[in-house]
T-cell receptor, first 110, second 114 residues
Framework: EDQVTQSPEALRLQEGESSSLNCSYTVSGLRGLFWYRQDPGKGPEFLFTLYSAGEEKEKERLKATLTKKESFLHITAPKPEDSATYLCAVRGGSNYKLTFGKGTLLTVNP | DTEVTQTPKHLVMGMTNKKSLKCEQHMGHRAMYWYKQKAKKPPELMFVYSYEKLSINESVPSRFSPECPNSSLLNLHLHALQPEDSALYLC?????????????FGSGTQLSVL
């Protein structure tokens, strides 16, 4: 069974204070690792898909990286508008199901 | 158009009511999904439609009844719900049901069952 563990559960940063969120996964034959951002009461918003170890993707202040066992979401010089829950999810092998982690609640204070 | 549109945004219903949630996308996606999300929990898959046919039912109680009238529309019919069914119901779509496709989510319907 695919498993995803995200850490920390919650992270509070000052504006401009860079940090990283972790997503550890166990999957049989990774087909894709997905990062989503979710604001309260809204649906998840797609950020990145990573397919193989060593892959990196960037979007504005966010950069996602992937190894064989974990993925990191690096946030550089965050702003208050980056405050949200960040969800990591995996799809493996022939499994149709997208398995989500519990998320990291990020709060960026001005 | 890269949106998945869900209506209504909020719904309050009694345990004897019948209501429906609606979802629409015009991205040409042929896989559509219903997820349920409780507060501070990750989304949980309920149903998957592929090319308008029910592909996956994650052992969801029969008081939830999905319907896919055409390739752009997905409904979730609700009947005799319980208070524990209160949650955010999310619709999503992807180009196909293949395992490396990203999902696009709607903003959800916040459902309260009294």
């Amino acid at each position: 069974e695919d498993q995803v563990t995200q850490s920390p559960e919650a992270l509070r940063l000052q504006e401009g204070e860079s940090s990283s969120l972790n997503c550890s996964y166990t999957v049989s034959g990774l087909r894709g690792l997905f990062w989503y951002r979710q604001d309260p009461g809204k649906g998840p918003e797609f950020l990145f898909t990573l397919y193989s170890a060593g892959e990196e993707k960037e979007k504005e202040r966010l950069k996602a990286t992937l190894t064989k066992k974990e993925s990191f979401l690096h946030i550089t010089a965050p702003k208050p508008e980056d405050s949200a829950t960040y969800l990591c999810a995996v799809r493996g092998g022939s499994n149709y199901k997208l398995t989500f982690g519990k998320g990291t609640l990020l709060t960026v204070n001005p | 158009d890269t949106e998945v549109t869900q209506t209504p945004k909020h719904l309050v219903m009694g345990m004897t009511n019948k209501k429906s949630l609606k979802c629409e996308q015009h991205m040409g996606h042929r896989a559509m999904y219903w997820y349920k999300q409780k507060a501070k929990k990750p989304p949980e898959l309920m149903f998957v439609y592929s090319y308008e046919k029910l592909s996956i039912n994650e052992s969801v109680p029969s008081r939830f009844s999905p319907e896919c009238p055409n390739s752009s529309l997905l409904n979730l019919h609700l009947h005799a719900l319980q208070p524990e069914d209160s949650a955010l119901y999310l619709c999503a779509s992807s180009l196909r049901q293949s395992t490396n496709e990203k999902l696009f989510f709607g903003s959800g319907t916040q459902l309260s069952v009294l």
